[in-house]
């Protein structure tokens, strides 16, 4: 048997070294083949993480609120959830943390095959306001435990995480709204930018050595590439780089795009696309420096922005699909209701109704991109031949079944069958 998903379109082969080709060698639970039986193949989920943040969907976890329709129409396109641990909502009373809210997520979306997030343990935004007052000795510790809490807390369910964020820019931030410096600021001015990358991932992994760390920023300039020199120099271990892409004034283009992939893919390390966004309304002025400052009462999406964001999304996920170095890609919106900066940048309306954003995604991650359900026959010594894009599979056979993880390039397993 050999089952094959359909050849990459004309243009798009560049993808190539996301395929799988695997010689699978079904055998019983005593590990003898198991010829000439009528065998299924599905895909069930990508090795390529096509993301999106799971914030929609916390009131439906918890019973809250009914929200079906918007939890299947996230399923049907992502696999890959990132839920939110921003401090000073997740803890705003000291020592009450809405621990159970966030686990409901989790668990939710793990139930459902997906894999989940966690973002961010160490960032000077959105903090908590009792700690801004503390002395410093008092605000490290503090630190320490919120993220030993965190991370141990939801081994198992969230094994990654955003560890830190935009430390680039942490020790210059003083924009409080109260007027007063924030308490990480203040740490990030005494320990310097790799002493808080230091203190944030020796915490996550002593929490929890199997852990899959990040540091993520929005500012991508030769700054944040000299910070992850002097992080790796000091032999602090990261497992990716995380580069936002938020796009309110524009597409980036596919140049631009592959120059990322390659800058941050020098490292050595899988890069992810963390936070992508493309508006599917007027575009944001192109003098806004931060994208903070323009946040319009009413910002409409529009039928020619939709069409726009269709076209720039797909060209978005084909361009980075075609990066080696790319491990992932988040969409920062799954809906328009309660959006970053109220900015139209979702693949659904506020009132759940799909854009053609949603369509596009969906004929390519789940389309074109996707091995779907196919039958045949092992042969005479239990072989079955399987051609698709690299990612976890079903084989069912005979009443029996097995997962199995399929990965770039050529290989050869046994698959043991189980009832």
Not at 2 to 23: K, V
Not at 80 to 96: C, H, I, K, V
Request: glycine share 10%; with cysteine; hydrophobic share 45%.
């Amino acid at each position: 048997m050999t089952s094959r998903a359909a050849a990459p379109a004309a243009g798009d082969t560049r993808i190539a070294h996301r395929l799988a080709d695997a010689e699978l060698v079904l055998v019983d639970e005593h590990g003898e083949p198991l010829p000439h039986l009528e065998v299924e193949v599905s895909q069930r989920q990508h090795a390529l993480e096509f993301g999106c943040i799971g914030f929609d969907l916390l009131d439906h976890a918890q019973g809250i609120r009914d929200r079906s329709a918007l939890g299947d129409d996230w399923l049907a396109l992502f696999d890959t959830a990132t839920l939110p641990f921003y401090w000073g909502d997740f803890e705003p009373e000291r020592g009450a943390p809405a621990t159970e809210r966030l686990r409901a997520g989790a668990e939710w979306f793990v139930d459902r095959g997906v894999r989940v997030k966690g973002h961010p343990l160490v960032w000077h935004t959105v903090m908590v306001p009792w700690l801004d007052e503390a002395p410093l000795a008092e605000v490290e510790a503090v630190l320490r435990a919120r993220i030993r809490r965190e991370v141990a807390g939801f081994a198992g369910l969230i094994d990654t995480w955003d560890v830190i964020n935009e430390v680039v820019i942490m020790p210059e931030f003083d924009n409080e709204p109260s007027g007063r410096m924030n308490a990480i600021t203040r740490l990030a001015r005494e320990l310097g930018r790799v002493g808080m990358v230091r203190l944030a991932v020796e915490e996550a992994r002593a929490a929890n050595p199997a852990v899959r760390l990040l540091i993520n920023d929005f500012d991508l300039s030769v700054r944040y590439e000299r910070l992850l020199d002097d992080v790796l120099e000091a032999g602090i271990q990261l497992d990716a780089i995380g580069v936002q892409t938020h796009m309110h004034q524009g597409f980036r283009g596919e140049q631009q795009l592959a120059e990322l992939a390659e800058r941050f893919g020098r490292f050595g390390l899988p890069v992810h696309f963390t936070e992508t966004s493309l508006v599917s309304g007027d575009l944001m002025p192109a003098e806004i420096v931060d994208l903070n400052d323009f946040q319009p009462e009413h910002w409409p999406s529009t039928a020619e922005g939709e069409q726009r964001q269709a076209d720039e999304l797909e060209r978005h996920y084909r361009a980075l699909a075609a990066q080696p170095a790319v491990e992932s890609i988040t969409d920062w919106g799954l809906t328009d209701e309660g959006a970053w900066l109220g900015a139209p940048i979702g693949v659904l309306h506020a009132d759940g109704s799909r854009k053609p954003a949603f369509d596009r995604v969906q004929g390519l991650v789940r389309g074109e991109w996707w091995l779907a359900p196919t039958r045949g026959r092992s042969d005479g010594e239990g072989r079955v031949r399987v051609h698709g894009f690299a990612g976890q599979y079903a084989i069912t056979a005979a009443g029996c079944s097995a997962e199995v993880a399929l990965t770039a390039g050529s290989s050869s397993s046994r698959v043991t069958l189980l009832p």
